[in-house]
């Protein structure tokens, strides 16, 4: 029985994983992106400072030669610093004594396209038109050098241009230690910075990603840095799938160990309330066999000494009346446990015999009067079953007295009893209505099974078997019918309404 | 200072050593020619040199050192080589207390911090931590490089030593990979007050780019072939960074008319007309660092006295925490006598300015060795040797001796292909041990 919804988990905890594992690889480029746009962002916003960095350093620096050369040797980014008006470079000038760095720099840049003539910078796309400041990369050697340039009134020398060339181990420097190291937070995963060349220029994350594979993402930086880009290589096992479907796994292996071990424990508690409940029935039965005889004794006597004393002492009338009630209710007990137990071992008898039902009911209604009396339950009858048909009268006496015993039990309060019959096309309609607490929604075919009872307050005061609508449900079905509990009760009646419905054909038909 | 107003350099050391032992300079000045007599009426070049020397530490507080120690964990550094790596960096990581800061970086394919730059209050939980590194992968020189600095960057002081030590035994093989680069950044740390010493173990490592980047950043350089010799070479860096009395020493030389700076030995200056710009990024107690120039000058009467130079130094005061200045020149006088001339030379000068001739010359052999020319390199190397002994004798000097001894191996060694890489390591390292005066070599 656990088998099947065990197998079922299975399959479904399996397809799971799958569908798991494609909206993880989704997920995963989703993350490289994200990663990547954050380096990225983090880069550009490098570049913001430093640009803000060099606005400073040469709204500062002035043109006197003496504080430009000391700047050159103590700023750790610049390599040389250059001024140029219309008509082209004023420092470095070889009109004065340079030094090896400042004739280097005019060496390096006579093999850049690069011109001094303020009105045309050529630059990349990115910075067409007319500027005030911005860059001017080129690549040579190995790799890319970068000059940032401004444009300013000068008091001498009319409009110059200012610009610095960095020093490009300084910068990668720079930009190396404004990514992250290889630490805890990236072991999952490689991201590498890559130049325009396809060099690595530097890399993070603890994978090591095979030769020739693919990047899972890629991105371009921003400008200036236009011409490197980043790529993020995930590592397929350990970041999340593999790890995920591991963990999955797991978890599930753990649903189905607690799901065997419950359904084993629900099996065992089952089997063995229904053999608790077996050897109760069976022991009741037999100790029901044996208080039968001396009961009937009791009764009969009781019963005798009522007819001796009729009419004479009121208060010893009234005992003789307690004792014969009590031990017809002790009787119809008795004899519940038994048809019980009957019925669980070879299903009930069911004898039809013509009778007319209303006679049955009031006779038994009588025998109730005293215990109704003593409770304050007021008695209201609607009996229209006064015709002759074919029903088991021990079935229905036992039916009704099962049901008017549950409302002297816990009805009692609503002190309102009523009892219709009626018979429509062949079937006797017996009702039993109460204004008690009433049967929560829940609970309504819980009611019906056997040792089932509602536990709240109310019954916890009030002793049974457990075995009383079981049985009424029981007998009906016997005698071809239904036991139901109503709801179709008015919103201002509380209580609970029992329909009977027995199958009776017509005597002649 | 008092003593600048006697505008004599031998005058002003002889103040430093009668005055009270309170005020000792931190360091002494002297300012130096190698012919304080010149011909008159000729045109003649001579030697200037500026010479620093720390004062003794004596028991007086040291200077707190923000070191990081980048470790090369490449692959090629697995096994022996990788444990003596360890035991070195845990050896002088107990050289040091609470009032320095120590980082540990690591690098292979990419960098890890291993201890972020922390004070030295847990000695075993950094070496415990160092004891974790394990060896695999390539070889991110540069981003090791950059992120030891990073960390030393986040204390940097101008009041503590502020120093990264590279130790790598292979090719940088994932970012930039040549001299140049290296030796750019090294320029870049230099400006920001952080050295570079680059310890190059094994033969497979790149001395082009490890010299370049400790002589840009003015650090030391060391060969060390066999790993057990690493703990050594650990100690006595340490011992050099703990004994550390001034700073940012910048030097400006100032010649006048008829005075022309030629060329620089040994350091990187620069020289702009008739200045010369320098900086040393450390002094150490005892110890003498020097800048080598050569000098060009106008021929002169007979008799006549003429300045050649006049030194500025600026400088942090690590006992004083306090920035200070130092100034000196230094006169000649011209004279018709040759003897007079030959005489007065000034032979620690000139053995100076020996020992880094003889440096280029070795550096100029490398690169024809490199370029095949072996003959050529040999016959340079040979004729090196020869001026080296004739200098030795002439200056009565055993130092020059022992060098010119071991020009006679390296022009041997050269020829031999076999041992041609190691030649070439040791070489580069001898002459950068000389071009910086470093105190401690292989």
């Known amino acids: 029985m656990a088998i099947i919804p065990i197998g079922l988990l299975v399959w479904m905890g399996f397809a799971e994983i799958r569908m798991e594992q494609d909206r993880q690889k989704q997920q995963i480029q989703y993350l490289g992106r994200q990663r990547l746009e954050l380096v990225k962002k983090n880069l550009t916003m490098v570049f913001k400072e430093l640009e803000d960095d060099l606005d400073q350093t040469l709204d500062t620096m002035g043109t006197e030669i003496d504080v430009i050369r000391d700047l050159q040797r103590n700023h750790n980014l610049i390599r040389q610093v250059f001024i140029a008006d219309k008509d082209g470079l004023i420092y470095p000038d070889s009109g004065i004594p340079l030094s090896s760095n400042e004739r280097s720099f005019l060496a390096r840049i006579k093999e850049t396209d690069i011109s001094f003539n303020f009105l045309q910078i050529p630059d990349t796309e990115n910075q067409k038109g007319t500027f005030n400041k911005g860059w001017h990369t080129w690549f040579m050697g190995n790799g890319l050098h970068f000059i940032y340039w401004t444009k300013r009134e000068s008091t001498d020398n009319g409009i110059i241009i200012q610009g610095i060339e960095l020093n490009r181990s300084a910068l990668l420097s720079k930009?190396?230690?404004?990514?992250?190291?290889?630490?805890?937070?990236?072991?999952?995963?490689?991201?590498?910075?890559?130049?325009?060349s396809g060099i690595i220029l530097y890399q993070w994350g603890f994978w090591s990603p095979p030769e020739n594979i693919t990047a899972d993402s890629s991105m371009s930086l921003d400008y200036p840095l236009s011409s490197w880009h980043l790529e993020y290589y995930?590592?397929?096992?350990?970041?999340?799938?593999?790890?995920?479907?591991?963990?999955?796994?797991?978890?599930?292996?753990?649903?189905?160990?607690?799901?065997?071990?419950?359904?084993?424990?629900?099996?065992?508690?089952?089997?063995?309330?229904?053999?608790?409940?077996?050897?109760?029935?069976?022991?009741?039965n037999q100790v029901s066999h044996e208080l039968k005889t001396p009961l009937t004794n009791i009764r009969m006597y009781a019963e005798v000494l009522e007819g001796k004393f009729a009419g004479e002492d009121r208060k010893t009338k009234k005992h003789l009346n307690i004792i014969i009630s009590e031990t017809g209710r002790l009787g119809r007990l008795i004899n519940n446990v038994l048809s019980f137990a009957k019925d669980q071992k070879n299903g009930s008898t069911f004898n039809p015999v013509p009778v007319i039902p209303d006679e049955i009911i009031s006779r038994l209604l009588n025998s109730f009067n005293y215990s109704f009396k003593s409770r304050e339950i007021k008695l209201y009858k609607k009996l229209n079953a006064s015709n002759t048909v074919m029903i088991d009268p021990d079935i229905l006496e036992q039916i009704l007295s099962n049901l008017i015993s549950n409302v002297e039990k816990y009805a009692a309060d609503g002190k309102w009893i009523e009892v219709e019959s009626s018979i429509i096309d062949e079937i006797f309609i017996l009702t039993v209505r109460d204004r008690g607490p009433g049967i929560p929604d829940n609970l309504k075919n819980k009611i019906f099974e056997p040792f089932f009872r509602v536990s709240n307050k109310l019954t916890d005061g009030v002793s049974g078997t457990g075995i009383g609508?079981?049985?009424?449900?029981?007998?009906?079905?016997?005698?071809?019918?239904?036991a139901v509990l109503l709801s179709d009760k008015k919103p201002a009646d509380n209580g609970a309404s029992f329909q009977i419905r027995l199958k009776t054909p017509l005597e002649e038909s | 200072m008092k003593?600048?107003?006697?505008?004599?350099?031998?005058?002003?050391?002889?103040?430093?050593?009668?005055?009270?032992?309170?005020?000792?300079?931190?360091?002494?000045?002297?300012?130096?020619?190698?012919?304080?007599?010149?011909?008159?009426?000729?045109?003649?070049?001579?030697?200037?040199?500026?010479?620093?020397t720390g004062g003794d530490l004596g028991n007086e507080r040291r200077t707190p050192a923000n070191v990081s120690i980048v470790l090369d964990r490449s692959?090629?550094?697995?096994?022996?080589?990788?444990?003596?790596?360890?035991?070195?960096?845990?050896?002088?990581?107990?050289?040091?207390?609470?009032?320095?800061?120590?980082?540990?970086?690591?690098?292979?394919?990419?960098?890890?911090?291993?201890?972020?730059?922390?004070?030295?209050?847990?000695?075993?939980?950094?070496?415990?931590?160092?004891?974790?590194?394990?060896?695999?992968?390539?070889?991110?020189?540069?981003?090791?490089?950059?992120?030891?600095?990073?960390?030393?960057?986040?204390?940097?002081?101008?009041?503590?030593?502020?120093?990264?030590?590279?130790?790598?035994?292979?090719?940088?093989?994932?970012?930039?990979?040549?001299?140049?680069?290296?030796?750019?950044?090294?320029?870049?740390?230099?400006?920001?007050?952080?050295?570079?010493?680059?310890?190059?173990?094994?033969?497979?490592?790149?001395?082009?780019?490890?010299?370049?980047?400790?002589?840009?950043?003015?650090?030391?350089?060391?060969?060390?072939?066999?790993?057990?010799?690493?703990?050594?070479?650990?100690?006595?860096?340490?011992?050099?960074?703990?004994?550390?009395?001034?700073?940012?020493?910048?030097?400006?030389?100032?010649?006048?008319?008829?005075?022309?700076?030629?060329?620089?030995?040994?350091r990187d200056a620069e020289i702009i007309g008739n200045k010369v710009?320098?900086?040393?990024?450390?002094?150490?107690?005892?110890?003498?660092?020097?800048?080598?120039?050569?000098?060009?000058?106008?021929?002169?009467?007979?008799?006549?006295?003429?300045?050649?130079?006049?030194?500025?130094?600026?400088?942090?005061?690590?006992?004083?925490?306090?920035?200070?200045?130092?100034?000196?020149?230094?006169?000649?006088?011209?004279?018709?006598?040759?003897?007079?001339?030959?005489?007065?030379?000034?032979?620690?000068?000139?053995?100076?300015?020996?020992?880094?001739?003889?440096?280029?010359?070795?550096?100029?052999?490398?690169?024809?060795?490199?370029?095949?020319?072996?003959?050529?390199?040999?016959?340079?190397?040979?004729?090196?040797?020869?001026?080296?002994?004739?200098?030795?004798?002439?200056?009565?000097?055993?130092?020059?001796?022992?060098?010119?001894?071991?020009?006679?191996?390296?022009?041997?060694?050269?020829?031999?292909?076999?041992?041609?890489?190691?030649?070439?390591?040791?070489?580069?390292?001898?002459?950068?041990?000389?071009?910086?005066?470093?105190?401690?070599?292989?």
């Open chain 1, 175 to 196: 930009i190396i230690n404004n990514l992250p190291e290889t630490d805890k937070n990236n072991s999952s995963f490689r991201i590498s910075l890559f130049n325009v």
């Open chain 2, 75 to 266: 692959g090629s550094m697995d096994g022996e080589k990788m444990a003596r790596a360890k035991e070195a960096a845990s050896i002088a990581i107990s050289m040091l207390d609470d009032r320095d800061i120590v980082s540990i970086v690591t690098y292979s394919d990419t960098v890890s911090v291993l201890v972020p730059a922390t004070r030295v209050s847990d000695r075993q939980y950094i070496q415990r931590r160092i004891e974790t590194v394990f060896a695999d992968g390539n070889t991110a020189l540069f981003a090791g490089v950059s992120k030891g600095a990073n960390e030393v960057s986040k204390f940097l002081e101008q009041n503590s030593v502020n120093r990264v030590i590279l130790l790598s035994d292979g090719l940088a093989n994932v970012g930039p990979d040549s001299p140049g680069e290296l030796g750019s950044l090294g320029e870049s740390l230099k400006r920001s007050g952080v050295s570079v010493t680059t310890i190059g173990l094994g033969l497979g490592y790149n001395e082009d780019l490890m010299v370049q980047l400790a002589r840009r950043s003015d650090g030391n350089h060391a060969f060390v072939e066999n790993y057990n010799d690493l703990t050594r070479i650990f100690r006595y860096e340490f011992q050099d960074i703990l004994s550390v009395v001034a700073q940012d020493v910048y030097i400006e030389i100032n010649c006048p008319e008829g005075v022309v700076p030629l060329r620089i030995l040994g």
């Open chain 1, 234 to 284: 995930i590592n397929p096992e350990a970041e999340s799938t593999g790890g995920y479907s591991l963990l999955l796994t797991v978890l599930l292996l753990v649903i189905f160990l607690v799901i065997i071990a419950l359904s084993i424990y629900l099996f065992r508690e089952s089997t063995r309330e229904i053999r608790d409940a077996s050897q109760k029935v069976s022991f009741v």
């Open chain 2, 277 to 442: 710009y320098t900086t040393i990024n450390q002094l150490y107690s005892n110890q003498e660092k020097y800048l080598l120039v050569e000098l060009s000058i106008s021929p002169n009467q007979v008799g006549s006295r003429m300045n050649v130079a006049d030194v500025a130094i600026k400088y942090a005061d690590m006992k004083t925490k306090r920035s200070d200045q130092l100034f000196g020149n230094s006169e000649v006088e011209f004279t018709k006598s040759i003897e007079t001339v030959e005489r007065s030379v000034d032979k620690e000068t000139v053995i100076d300015a020996v020992k880094q001739i003889s440096a280029e010359v070795s550096e100029e052999a490398v690169l024809l060795r490199d370029e095949g020319r072996v003959e050529e390199a040999q016959a340079l190397l040979e004729k090196n040797t020869e001026y080296l002994f004739g200098a030795a004798s002439a200056l009565e000097s055993e130092e020059l001796l022992n060098l010119g001894d071991v020009n006679a191996m390296d022009a041997e060694a050269i020829e031999d292909d076999s041992s041609w890489n190691e030649s070439r390591k040791r070489m580069k390292a001898d002459s950068y041990e000389i071009q910086s005066q470093q105190s401690y070599g292989d």
């Open chain 2, 3 to 52: 003593a600048t107003a006697i505008s004599s350099v031998s005058a002003l050391i002889f103040l430093s050593i009668f005055a009270s032992p309170l005020s000792a300079a931190t360091i002494d000045l002297n300012v130096s020619v190698s012919n304080p007599f010149l011909l008159a009426d000729q045109e003649q070049s001579i030697f200037l040199k500026v010479g620093l």
């Open chain 1, 469 to 482: 609508l079981a049985l009424v449900r029981t007998l009906a079905e016997t005698h071809g019918g239904t």
